[in-house]
């Protein structure tokens, strides 16, 4: 496991850096720079679009080439563009080249996901369990990274976030290399190719989810600074919300999904999920947005890891790193699109209810749409014969 440890610090590290400039650049990029939150959308949206595509190529390379070397490229790729970031005030302050770095930040970030899960799926004997352990480590992140990065820019000035990014991934790219390279060997209890029907409805359901978790940042950021007047640190600590619910219910969490299987987790998680952020509607004050943040974080307690896990559990050894690069290749298309409508839907409604209610139809279709697609075949999702080896 020592490989899953190892990547799950890696997790933490880049979410800490990574996560503030995610969360945090609708904002940069509307208050200081100038731009309009449909044009920050457009942004974001065409960032994560060329990400998604980039990711399933990573995937095969990295099947290829190595997963390690994939880790350690993305963590310098990074490093270095944070580093620009902190060097130039040139490049930082201008609406044109600013955005073009951060695109670099958000197609290194995704490239390394397809290795980095393969690694963890090559390292654990059950998938669900090092992907649930990975899932904290991202959260720590997730969650401590954008309420130090609230603190960070108080009074507007995002210099010390971008700082903080080059410490944190240059600290990442140093421990990238004590990796140990996996083989992909062993067998499958299901073996399906990328083609398979099963990937794509798997793939296409991530999909509309995250078109859901992509609200996080144009829709959320926006919602609660612009309409519900909420400051920065007010803001940090909804995000820290989330990540402390998953260091204190991931494990609980892992121990009923076990249980239930994945696909009851899928679809549990999947509508708490949706559910959770469609509270933020009828809420105007930090509380409420945390409640709501408390709810739709168990959601994807359950989900996310049950997405990974039958994803691994259904590639053949040789292709783990194609798959799962096609996965979080309809992830990221997910997170494209979702800035987007975000983008759309509050240039054209403040309401709140029509807001939310737009930007979360879609977490619904998607558990609609797996539970049509697997009902009859929630075996296959469901009962893979894990063994708990760890």
Same mark, same amino acid.
């Given at each position: 496991m020592k490989n899953v440890e190892t990547v799950t610090i890696? $997790? /933490?590290?880049?979410?800490?850096?990574?996560s503030s400039i995610w969360i945090y650049s609708a904002l940069y990029l509307r208050t200081n720079l100038g731009l309009s939150i449909l044009q920050d959308g457009l942004i974001i949206t065409a960032g994560s679009a060329v990400a998604a595509g980039l990711q399933i190529y990573a995937g095969i390379l990295a099947d290829r080439f190595g997963y390690k070397r994939?880790?350690?490229? $993305?963590?310098?790729?990074?490093?270095?563009?944070?580093?620009? +970031?902190? *060097?130039?005030?040139?490049?930082?302050?201008?609406?044109?080249?600013?955005?073009?770095?951060?695109?670099?930040?958000?197609? *290194?970030?995704?490239?390394?996901?397809?290795?980095?899960?393969?690694?963890?799926?090559? *390292?654990?004997?059950?998938?669900?369990?090092?992907? $649930?352990? @990975?899932r904290i480590g991202n959260n720590i992140g997730w969650g401590i990274g954008p309420a130090l990065g609230g603190f960070l820019i108080f009074g507007?000035?995002?210099?010390? @976030?971008? @700082?903080?990014?080059?410490? /944190?991934?240059?600290?990442?790219?140093?421990?990238? @290399?004590?990796?140990k390279e996996v083989s992909s060997t062993g067998t499958r209890t299901v073996e399906l190719n990328a083609a398979n029907r099963m990937l794509i409805v798997l793939s296409f359901v991530a999909l509309l989810l995250f078109i859901v978790q992509a609200q996080e940042t144009i829709t959320l950021s926006n919602y609660a600074k612009i309409i519900r007047h909420l400051n920065f640190n007010e803001i940090g600590l909804i995000y820290l919300t989330n990540?402390?619910?998953?260091?204190? !219910?991931?494990?609980?969490?892992?121990?009923? *999904?076990?249980?239930?299987?994945?696909? +009851?987790?899928?679809?549990?998680?999947?509508?708490?999920?949706?559910f959770g952020f469609f509270l933020y509607a009828f809420f105007s004050a930090l509380p409420g947005f945390i409640f709501a943040t408390v709810i739709l974080t168990m959601g994807e307690n359950f989900t996310f890891p049950a997405g990974y896990a039958m994803v691994s559990l259904v590639s053949k050894p040789e292709n783990i790193g194609r798959n799962m690069g096609t996965y979080n290749a309809?992830? $990221?298309?997910?997170?494209a699109i979702g800035p987007l409508i975000g983008?759309?839907?509050?240039?054209?409604? /403040?309401?709140?209810y029509e807001l939310w209610g737009l930007?979360?139809?879609?977490?619904?279709?998607?558990?609609?749409?797996?539970? !049509?697609?697997?009902w009859k075949k929630s075996h296959v999702a469901d009962q893979f014969p894990e063994t708990a080896t760890h």
């Open positions: 890696l $997790s /933490t590290l880049r979410g800490l850096g990574y994939f880790v350690v490229l $993305s963590m310098a790729i990074s490093a270095i563009l944070f580093a620009v +970031l902190v *060097s130039s005030p040139t490049i930082r302050q201008s609406p044109l080249l600013y955005p073009i770095v951060f695109v670099g930040l958000m197609i *290194s970030n995704a490239s390394q996901a397809p290795a980095a899960n393969a690694i963890v799926s090559e *390292s654990s004997a059950v998938k669900l369990r090092g992907f $649930s352990i @990975l507007g000035d995002f210099f010390y @976030l971008f @700082l903080f990014g080059l410490v /944190t991934a240059s600290a990442g790219f140093l421990l990238s @290399l004590t990796l990540g402390i619910v998953v260091i204190a !219910a991931q494990g609980l969490v892992y121990k009923i *999904s076990r249980k239930i299987g994945n696909y +009851l987790s899928f679809i549990i998680g999947g509508i708490l999920y949706s309809f992830i $990221s298309a997910g997170r983008g759309a839907v509050l240039s054209f409604t /403040t309401n709140s930007t979360t139809v879609w977490g619904f279709i998607s558990v609609m749409v797996f539970m !049509a697609a697997f």
